[in-house]
């Protein structure tokens, strides 16, 4: 039975990388005003958006799946090491809370000039839970090399710098003075920073699974 338990963990855990990819995209199908390149995907839950409700309801579902994962990934990890993987689950958790749970009930605006409590909140959870994540691609290097898996490990540690580069690309491109160059593509590096944050936990999620 614990073993089950283990395996519906890394099927949560793809549900909610996947879903935060594709589920996004399927919003903004019926969001005409919205653009996958220039705008984040928290602008899908602002107070204007059509798909407000239902977007805000999936960043919930996708909080509690990241959640419950976790035991599957303590599990296998933690023999590996101990403190390395409790890091790891505490940057997830983390992530879950404060980029995914909290989006669900604090807002952005769909115009980053107005500014609200709401909106100050989302930004703090967001971020602090994006930075956090960021490094769980680099963990999981670690962890892979120590378990002698150096594929992943090495997969792992491409994943990571190619997350950093995407990731200050997407904060650069807030300022004005990239306004109309290619860096000006917030939704495009959001996205792609959180495939190359995601990806080492997709591949050890499918390979524990074909192996269970």
């Known amino acids: 039975m614990k073993d ?16 935060d990819v594709i589920v996004s995209w399927l919003f903004s199908l019926f969001y005409g005003n919205y653009s996958n390149l220039k705008m ?14 239902p ?3 999936w960043m919930l579902t996708e909080g509690i799946l990241f959640l419950l994962a976790l035991p599957a990934v303590y599990k296998y ?15 997830i958790a983390f992530f879950a809370i404060g980029a995914c749970i909290f989006t669900c009930f604090f807002s952005v605006n769909e115009s ?11 930004g703090v959870g967001s971020v602090l839970g994006f930075i956090l994540f960021l490094f769980v691609p680099l963990l999981a290097a670690i962890l892979s090399f120590i378990n002698r898996e150096n594929i992943i490990g090495y997969i792992s540690i491409l994943c990571f710098a190619a997350a950093i580069i995407f990731f200050i690309l997407f904060i650069m491109a807030d300022k004005d ?14 996205r792609l920073n959180l495939i190359f944050m995601y990806a080492p936990l997709v ?3 499918v390979r524990r699974i074909l192996e269970a």
């Open 4 to 19: 089950n338990i283990n395996v519906y963990g890394w099927y949560f855990l793809i549900a909610a990388i996947i879903g």
């Open 40 to 53: 984040s995907i928290s602008a899908l839950g602002n107070p204007q958006s059509p798909v407000r409700l």
């Open 55 to 57: 977007f805000n309801f």
């Open 77 to 91: 990890y933690h023999p590996v090491a101990g403190g390395i993987t409790n890091t790891m689950i505490a940057l």
């Open 112 to 122: 980053k000039d107005i500014v609200t409590i709401a909106s100050k909140i989302h």
């Open 177 to 190: 003075r990239f306004s109309n160059t290619i860096i000006d593509n917030e939704g495009l590096w959001q």
């Open 203 to 205: 591949i050890v999620a």
